[in-house]
């Protein structure tokens, strides 16, 4: 009996959970919307609203960011709680629903260890189900929270060779990113995918080909552009130049990731360098989805990192804060006709959900759920 009881009583909170954590999700999201054929989902880790206006101020530049014409916020907090990290950000950027802090791609009521699980289907999941190409490009570790919140479900974003286990089992196009310590060519290959290592391998690419690289961190964090490693304008540029032969279109994820690692170390010259280099990415994107008229650009952040604030007295600004705050991060949209509002303010599950349906999928759809996968 008391199992019983116990068994009822877990099931009961799992639904209660599962409920929750997808409450809310029509609000300030226009269902008058014309459909995409593409979407380029551009996430800056840690990028919040004084992190582009810094970015602007002591680069003196001007962002591609600005030439787009819808501009909004993004509210960052996670399940329950007002903050997230990468993680609980990145999965409801992916898969349309809240979770805790820490945890990737799955429903709250995982951590209680339900038998016969169902998992969240994220963005790429989706696309790859209806026939589109998918893929993910980051500045991190390929197993990184953001990345995985987009290709592999976790109970924690520390397992790393679960979530890498997952990623090489996917049916993704391409994973891009730096070293993870699980990763090998062996594998790659035996998975099904080409390895790369360098720029002049990932340029090589050939239409039709699935490809897991994997690149120097120092490199790719630092932008010195000395060694054979792509930036994230050329990772950009090459993985839309590889997913757009697909005539069912292609759903792309590419976050600037050490935006973020330099914030937290209060590095702001580190952190906006890595800004510029990331709105050089989005430059691209907004240039091909100009060309391609079927293309949405869609630019925000999972959290806001350092709490940046400006003395307009010293005319500086600074970081008051070395982890993720509750600030509200930029959202930013290259058409007026995807159903986002200018000057509106949004969660961030939100997001994933309205481009799920620019992409032509109803709530039956997105957010759902598939088989256990952990």
């Given at each position: 009996?008391?199992?019983?009881?116990?068994?009822?009583?877990?099931?009961?909170?799992?639904?209660?959970?599962?409920?929750?954590?997808?409450?809310?999700?029509?609000?300030?999201?226009?269902?008058?919307?014309?459909?995409?054929?593409?979407?380029?989902?551009?996430?800056?880790?840690?990028?919040?609203?004084?992190?582009?206006?810094?970015?602007?101020?002591?680069?003196?530049?001007?962002?591609?960011?600005?030439?787009?014409?819808?501009?909004?916020?993004?509210?960052?907090?996670?399940?329950?709680?007002?903050?997230?990290?990468?993680?609980?950000?990145?999965?409801?950027?992916?898969?349309?629903?809240?979770?805790?802090?820490?945890?990737?791609?799955?429903?709250?009521?995982?951590?209680?260890?339900?038998?016969?699980?169902?998992?969240?289907?994220?963005?790429?999941?989706?696309?790859?189900?209806?026939?589109?190409?998918?893929?993910?490009?980051?500045?991190?570790?390929?197993?990184?929270?953001?990345?995985?919140?987009?290709?592999a479900h976790a109970l924690s974003r520390k397992f790393e060779k679960t979530i890498s286990s997952q990623q090489l089992k996917s049916n993704l196009?391409?994973?891009?990113?730096?070293?993870s310590d699980s990763i090998t060519k062996e594998k790659c290959e035996k998975n099904g995918f080409s390895f790369v290592q360098t720029a002049t391998q990932m340029e090589a690419l050939e239409s039709g080909s699935r490809s897991f690289a994997q690149f120097d961190f120092d490199e790719m964090k630092y932008c010195t552009g000395e060694k054979d490693t792509p930036s994230i304008e050329q990772m950009t540029k090459k993985a839309i130049d590889l997913l757009d032969d697909n005539e069912n279109g292609f759903f792309l994820m590419v976050e600037g990731a050490c935006i973020d690692k330099f914030s937290h170390d209060n590095e702001l010259d580190n952190a906006t360098m890595n800004v510029v280099e990331f709105d050089k990415a989005v430059g691209y994107a907004l240039d091909y989805a100009a060309k391609d008229g079927d293309t949405l650009v869609v630019v925000t952040a999972d959290h806001e990192t350092g709490g940046i604030k400006y003395n307009g007295v010293t005319d500086e600004y600074y970081y008051t804060s070395d982890g993720h705050t509750t600030a509200d991060v930029p959202l930013y949209v290259s058409a007026t006709d995807a159903g986002f509002t200018d000057g509106e303010i949004v969660e961030n599950r939100q997001i994933s959900v309205q481009i799920a349906r620019v992409m032509g999928y109803g709530k039956d759809q997105f957010p759902a759920v598939k088989g256990y996968t952990m």
């Amino acid at each position: 009996m008391k199992t019983f009881i116990k068994k009822a009583f877990t099931a009961s909170l799992a639904l209660f959970l599962s409920l929750y954590c997808l409450i809310g999700l029509g609000n300030n999201i226009s269902n008058n919307h014309r459909e995409y054929k593409n979407v380029i989902l551009m996430i800056g880790d840690g990028m919040g609203v004084n992190t582009v206006a810094a970015t602007k101020a002591t680069k003196n530049v001007s962002l591609n960011l600005d030439k787009m014409p819808v501009y909004g916020r993004s509210d960052t907090r996670s399940f329950i709680l007002d903050s997230t990290d990468s993680a609980a950000g990145g999965s409801a950027l992916a898969c349309g629903i809240r979770i805790w802090s820490g945890s990737v791609a799955i429903f709250p009521y995982h951590i209680f260890n339900i038998t016969g699980q169902k998992v969240p289907v994220s963005l790429t999941e989706l696309a790859k189900a209806n026939g589109k190409s998918a893929g993910v490009v980051t500045t991190d570790k390929t197993s990184g929270a953001t990345p995985s919140a987009f290709s592999a479900h976790a109970l924690s974003r520390k397992f790393e060779k679960t979530i890498s286990s997952q990623q090489l089992k996917s049916n993704l196009d391409l994973i891009w990113g730096c070293e993870s310590d699980s990763i090998t060519k062996e594998k790659c290959e035996k998975n099904g995918f080409s390895f790369v290592q360098t720029a002049t391998q990932m340029e090589a690419l050939e239409s039709g080909s699935r490809s897991f690289a994997q690149f120097d961190f120092d490199e790719m964090k630092y932008c010195t552009g000395e060694k054979d490693t792509p930036s994230i304008e050329q990772m950009t540029k090459k993985a839309i130049d590889l997913l757009d032969d697909n005539e069912n279109g292609f759903f792309l994820m590419v976050e600037g990731a050490c935006i973020d690692k330099f914030s937290h170390d209060n590095e702001l010259d580190n952190a906006t360098m890595n800004v510029v280099e990331f709105d050089k990415a989005v430059g691209y994107a907004l240039d091909y989805a100009a060309k391609d008229g079927d293309t949405l650009v869609v630019v925000t952040a999972d959290h806001e990192t350092g709490g940046i604030k400006y003395n307009g007295v010293t005319d500086e600004y600074y970081y008051t804060s070395d982890g993720h705050t509750t600030a509200d991060v930029p959202l930013y949209v290259s058409a007026t006709d995807a159903g986002f509002t200018d000057g509106e303010i949004v969660e961030n599950r939100q997001i994933s959900v309205q481009i799920a349906r620019v992409m032509g999928y109803g709530k039956d759809q997105f957010p759902a759920v598939k088989g256990y996968t952990m």
